[in-house]
């Protein structure tokens, strides 16, 4: 079993940034990808970014591309999304999640953060 903990959620206003961090512990000897996923009111879960164990395969959903950045410290067991140049359409409980594949399908991973709020005003 993994257990992830989401951190660094806020109200921002437009163009500003958030560093969400996303905490696993328990059995983090294997070798997990991890994903960032988000989910806005009455809509869709929707991935925004993952990276392998290594950190060598990174993906990004289109709208993050040049804004938002993944990276992971492998020591301390932990992942990050960067987010900068925040927008209102950003607003969103965002997840984190861990699996055996570098894959934007959220059903493809098997363990699931509680979630953490970012609320980006215009």
């Known amino acids: 079993q993994v257990q992830l903990v989401e951190s660094g959620g806020g109200l921002v206003q437009a163009g500003g940034s958030l560093r969400l961090s996303c905490a696993a512990s328990?059995?983090?000897?294997?070798?997990?990808?991890m994903g960032w996923f988000r989910q806005a009111p009455g809509k869709e879960r929707e991935f925004v970014a993952a990276?392998?164990?290594?950190?060598?395969?990174?993906y990004y959903v289109d709208s993050a591309k040049g804004r938002f950045t993944i990276s992971r410290d492998k020591a301390k067991n932990t992942v990050f999304l960067q987010m900068n140049s925040l927008k209102p359409e950003d607003t969103a409980v965002y997840y984190c999640?861990?699996?055996?594949?570098?894959?934007?399908?959220?059903?493809?991973?098997?363990?699931w953060g509680q979630g953490t709020q970012v609320t980006v005003s215009s």
């Open positions: 328990g059995r983090t000897s294997s070798s997990y990808a």
């Open positions: 990276i392998s164990w290594s950190g060598g395969n990174i």
């Open positions: 999640a861990a699996g055996p594949r570098t894959t934007t399908r959220g059903d493809e991973y098997d363990y």
